[in-house]
Nanobody, 116 residues
Framework: QVQVVESGGGLVQAGGSLTLSCKVS????????MAWYRQRPGEQRAMVAQ???????DYADAVKGRFTIAIDNTWTMVYLQMNNVKSEDTAVYYC??????????WGQGTQVTVAS
């Protein structure tokens, strides 16, 4: 089992910055990818950024150059640095852990609201 708990959401002005955090616990050694997803009202949940155990990362086109995913050396804290936020970044953001044999795990989500 893996537990993930997000924090850091809130209200931010357009053009501003916000950092989301995700605390990971449990069978961390089984995790091979950590990701941030978001779900906007009326839309499906979609990947925003992900980082892999092999050292690579991926971003959705909409956030490239503005968002950065980072993880500590122990893989117990994952961050999403959000810069130059836009109104369309308003969503519930979810932390996600993908493991090799014990499934996928989601956090409860944290709301990010961008005021224009």
């Amino acid at each position: 089992q893996v537990q993930v708990v997000e924090s850091g959401g809130g209200l931010v002005q357009a053009g501003g910055s916000l950092t989301l955090s995700c605390k990971v616990s449990g069978s961390i050694n089984r995790v091979y990818t950590m990701a941030w997803y978001r779900q906007r009202p009326g839309e499906q949940r979609a990947m925003v950024a992900q980082i892999h155990r092999i050292g690579t990362s991926d971003y959705a086109d909409a956030v490239k150059g503005r968002f950065t995913i980072a993880i500590d050396n122990t893989w117990t804290m994952v961050y999403l640095q959000m810069n130059n936020v836009k109104s369309e970044d308003t969503a519930v953001y979810y932390c996600h852990a993908a493991t090799d044999t014990i499934g996928w795990y989601w956090g409860q989500g944290t709301q990010v609201t961008v005021a224009s």
